[in-house]
């Protein structure tokens, strides 16, 4: 079945520099690859999504990067601040459709200011 | 904005107890999903549900059920509680549509003592 991968599981990062966090997925017909921010003691939420006939998504700080052929997605954080300090989580469709999600395993970014 | 509410943020049962977690969302979402979340496991998909009276199974459905009786309302049951259940219980809702994020529920610790 479907499978996500996620790393770093753990990461921390100077503020102010960049942090990269990268998953890959095994089914090529997935087609579309959210990512969720979840704070200490929070709900994850939706922070940035790209489908698969992007290659590129930018959300001010944020950036999503999908290659299709390797089946590679990665979240950058630029400028970070303290507040980016949370677990992140990819996820990717399983088809057919769009609506069920695989998540990977999580990444704890971690700013020190 | 969407709101999902799960009725408790916290429970303590007994192995073998009947437990129910409920959860409400009030946008009349069709889509809804049980996961639950486990540290180094990321989030897993229990059951979801795409109508009234309709419900799939995820990837772990061994030892729960559920119930949507009305399209707002999601009920997640263990049938017999076991101590491998105390997680962290996710309820989300969807809309159906090309690559439409999740809305999460606060989550519902629970520990089966």
């Known amino acids: 079945g479907e499978n996500v991968e996620q790393h770093p599981s753990t990461l921390s990062v100077q503020e102010g520099d960049s942090a990269v966090i990268k998953c890959t997925y095994s089914?090529?017909?997935?087609?579309?690859f959210p990512w969720y921010k979840q704070e200490l003691g929070k709900r994850p939420q939706l922070i940035i999504d790209i489908r698969s006939n992007v290659g590129e998504k930018k959300d001010q700080r944020i950036a999503v990067t999908l290659n299709k052929t390797a089946k590679h997605f990665s979240l950058h954080i630029t400028e970070t601040q303290p507040e980016d300090s949370a677990v992140y989580f990819c996820?990717?469709?399983?088809?057919?459709?769009?609506?069920?999600?695989?998540f990977g395993t999580g990444t704890r970014l971690k700013v020190l200011a | 904005d969407v709101k999902v509410t799960q009725s408790s943020r916290y429970l303590v049962k007994r192995t073998g107890e009947k437990v129910f977690l409920e959860c409400v969302q009030d946008m009349d979402h069709e889509n809804m999903f049980w996961y639950r979340q486990d540290p180094g496991l990321g989030l897993r998909l229990i059951y979801f549900?795409?109508?009234?009276?309709?419900?799939e199974k995820g990837d772990i459905p061994e030892g729960y059920s559920v119930s949507r009786e009305k399209k707002e309302r999601f009920s997640l049951i263990l049938e017999s509680a076991s101590t491998n259940q105390t997680s962290m219980y996710l309820c989300?809702?969807?809309?159906?549509?090309?690559?439409?994020?999740?809305?999460f529920g606060s989550g519902t610790r629970l520990t089966v003592v």
């Open positions: 989300a809702s969807q809309t159906p549509g090309p690559g439409i994020g999740y809305t």
């Open positions: 996820a990717a469709s399983i088809p057919p459709g769009t609506y069920k999600y695989i």
């Open positions: 089914d090529s017909a997935s087609n579309y």
């Open positions: 549900s795409y109508d009234v009276k309709m419900k």
